[in-house]
Every structure is written in C-alpha cells, then in structure tokens.
C-alpha cells in the first residue's frame, strides 16, 4: 500500500480514539434530548418550506413548492426529508438522524486541532463542539444548520489536510471537494466562499503553486456536484442557476424599506408587477429594486450593515422569544467562551498564524455576507466549529503543558 494511504488511514484510526467516540457520545445526549422536546421541529418559515418541497418530491411533483417555484430552495435538504417522507419514517426520524449529524461535527473539528495545534487542543475544541447549546437546538429544528455545518467543517478539514500535505493527498482533496459541492447545494451562499478562501490556501500552503493546483482540484469537484442542479434549473427557467432564484427577495427583505437588518419576509412590501412575473423575471425585479434602493439611502444602509454584524455576531439570541434570562445566559456565557478563548488562541499560536488564519476565512465571508443580507446568529452557526478550533488551543495554552509536553503549537 503506498506510504500516503497508510498516513491517511493512520490519521483516520487516530481521529476515531476513544477520548473523541466518548465525546460524541457527550455531544449526542443534548441533541437528542432536543429532538424529543421540540415536538416536530417546524415552527419556523423556512422548515415548513423545506418540509412542503420534501413532500411534493415524494409525491411525484418534483422539487417544487406549493405555489409552483421550481428554484426556489436548494435541493440537498429537501431531499434528505423526503427519504424519511418516502420510507415512512416521517420527520421524527429524520430529525434524530439530524442528532447524530450535529454531534458528528466533533470529529472533523478534534481533527482540525490536532493537525494544527496539538491533540489535547483537538480534544478541547471538540468538547467545546459538544456543549454547545444552540448546535443542540437547531439539531432539533427542521432547518439546514445541522447538515451544512458537518459539511463545511469535513470540507475544511480535507482541505487543511491536503494543503498541509506535500504531495497531492487525493482523498483529502476529493473529501473536501465534494464537501464544499454537497455544502453549496445545502446552503447556496456559500457559492463564493472558494473564491473568498483563495488567498488563505495561498498561505497556508506549503507553496504557491502546489496550493493553487490544489485549490483548483476542490474547486473544480465542487463545481461538478453543482452541475445536475444547474442543468435542471436551466430547464426549468432557460437560465444556467447554480443557487437559488431566492437572492432577489432576501436582498429585498435585508436593504428595502421595511428592513431592520433582521429576518422579515413576512412583513416586506410586495412588488406586484414583479409577482406577477417568472421566477427569473421575479428575482431579477427585486434584486434591482433592492440594490437601487440601498444606493438611494446610503447612511442608512451602512447602518443596516452595522446592525447585521451585531446580531451575526451577538452573544445572545436575537429573537425576542429566545431572549429569556436562561437561554440568554448559557448561549451568552458559552459564546464568550468561545470567542475569548479562540482570540487567546490566535495570540499564542500568533508565530504560525499561517497555518492556522484559514480557519478564520469562512467567519469572515458569513460575517460579511450578512452584513449585506439579514444577520442572525443561526447563520453563524456553521463557522463557530472553527472558532473553538482556535479556542481548544487557547484553553489548552492557558492551562499550560503537561508531562511530556502537548501544548506549543507546531511550527512544521
């Protein structure tokens, strides 16, 4: 067996330790506990919606909503319903296989650790994954977080893999490649994301070139898992559509006139002459009407952004139904940790900064895209993974070594 397959396989059964399955185990008990406490998990907007498409998938009308939309969500997550539609398991199912999803995310993220820093920060990081109160809950909502976030983090983790490696680790790259395609077609912002990561995996790279040659693989299986639904969405609109034809409302809905920078498709005033139209034709009215009416208030958009970086970024729910004094305490008192951690981390681990600044790029895309569309802290659910990567170093350096050393991050 070639010397590469033995190191992958080697850092495989290493991942899969006793310490990290017993975290998983961990991570497991408050998702499923949420799963069974939160009745079906479709109390928001956007559940019902996956939901209805997952059925009429199962029907036989095809990934289509009730009013007729053929583009308007992304195809990955209602299908995963429709399989527990289809089989008779229904949505129960389908969220307790969400529990496992979500506590799954321990793996990729001890992996990142130990790559980058040390296999005490790994298992720190992947503790701290485990606790973590709102990956519990929205492992119970019928809602893309769980799913995307496993996604991007095994995404990240193939390519830090890969960049890390000397020669060309394909299963790293394939690992990560169809990660990032399987992700896009989860969640559609992150469409731009590789482009955003490019100058990152330029220097985490061992080398310019075998970086980019590197990059370029990822990008290319990303792109090729997005071709079937773009073929379809050409078929449907006569249009190439890699994400959805949703981007028009939503930028509606965060820079129109009734924005507040949080969600509010419910109360957004209606453009009649574009619902009157085609998909294509509608998102295509809403979009210009929104970036025309950013451009028309200036000061007060540049407010909006500022407003969506705060709820992106708060500590504390947004929602005024979550803003009670318990959820606002444990969400609160673990987000700083996070955060507080993760900048200790970057402060010790500061000499190597280039190995491990690539787990900051995908905060920086989500924090800046929601600066232009609605900011909520469900949508920075899926980079907090790598900001506790940063924080299971900095508990780990604050605490100190111990015997035998596992502390100082790598300079390889």
């Known amino acids: 067996m070639p010397k590469k397959r033995v190191d992958i396989l080697a850092e495989v059964e290493q991942l899969l330790d006793a310490p990290v399955m017993i975290v998983f185990a961990i991570a497991l008990v408050p998702r499923l506990a949420r799963v069974f406490a939160l009745n079906d ?7 019902r919606g996956y939901n209805e498409i997952a059925l009429n998938l199962v029907s036989g009308r095809g990934l289509v909503s009730n009013s007729g939309a053929m583009i308007a969500r992304a195809p990955l997550y209602p299908v995963y319903l429709a399989f527990f539609h289809w089989s008779g398991m229904g949505i129960q199912a389908a969220r307790m296989v969400q529990a496992f999803i979500s ?6 993220v001890a992996y990142l650790g130990d790559r980058l820093f040390s296999r005490r920060a790994g298992r720190a990081a992947a503790l701290m994954v485990a606790a973590c109160p709102t990956a519990s809950y929205f492992a119970g909502t019928v809602l893309t977080e769980s799913l995307y976030t496993l996604l991007l983090a095994c995404a990240m983790a193939g390519l830090v893999a890969a960049l890390e490696s000397p020669s060309y680790s394909a299963p790293w790259l394939l690992l990560s490649g169809l990660c ?8 559609p912002s992150q469409l731009l994301l590789l482009p955003f990561l490019l100058p990152f995996a330029l220097i985490a790279g061992k080398a310019v070139r075998p970086a980019l040659a590197k990059w370029v693989l ?13 073929v379809r969405n050409y078929r449907a609109c006569g249009h190439v559509v890699f994400g959805t034809l949703k981007t ?3 930028l509606w809905e965060a820079l129109g006139p ?3 920078g949080g969600p509010g498709m419910d109360r957004m005033p209606r453009i009649e002459r574009a619902d009157e139209a085609d998909e294509w034709r509608r998102d295509r009215i809403y979009r210009r009407e929104a970036l025309s009416h950013a451009r028309q208030h200036p000061w007060r958009t540049a407010r909006l952004a500022v407003v969506k970086a705060l709820r992106f970024w708060n500590v504390v729910p947004n929602a005024p139904g979550y803003r009670g004094a318990v959820p606002c305490l444990i969400i609160g008192f673990y987000t700083l940790l996070v955060y507080g951690n993760a900048a200790v981390g970057c402060i010790a681990a500061r000499r190597d900064w280039r190995r491990w600044v690539i787990l900051l790029a995908p905060a920086l895309y989500f924090g800046l895209l ?11 659910e899926p980079v907090m993974p790598f ?7 900095g508990i780990v350096h604050l605490m100190g070594p111990r015997k035998g050393g596992d502390c100082a991050a790598p300079s390889g």
């Open 387 to 393: 900001l506790t990567v940063l924080a299971g170093y």
């Open 103 to 108: 506590a799954a995310v321990v793996f990729p």
């Open 248 to 250: 028009g409302e939503s």
């Open 180 to 187: 990032f395609g399987l992700g896009a077609l989860t969640r």
């Open 370 to 380: 929601h600066s232009v569309f609605v900011g909520s802290i469900r949508y920075r």
């Open 41 to 47: 998990g479709l109390q928001w907007p956007d559940a």
């Open 258 to 260: 009734s924005a507040d």
């Open 218 to 230: 990822v990008a290319g299986l990303s792109t090729l898992c997005l071709l079937p639904w773009a």
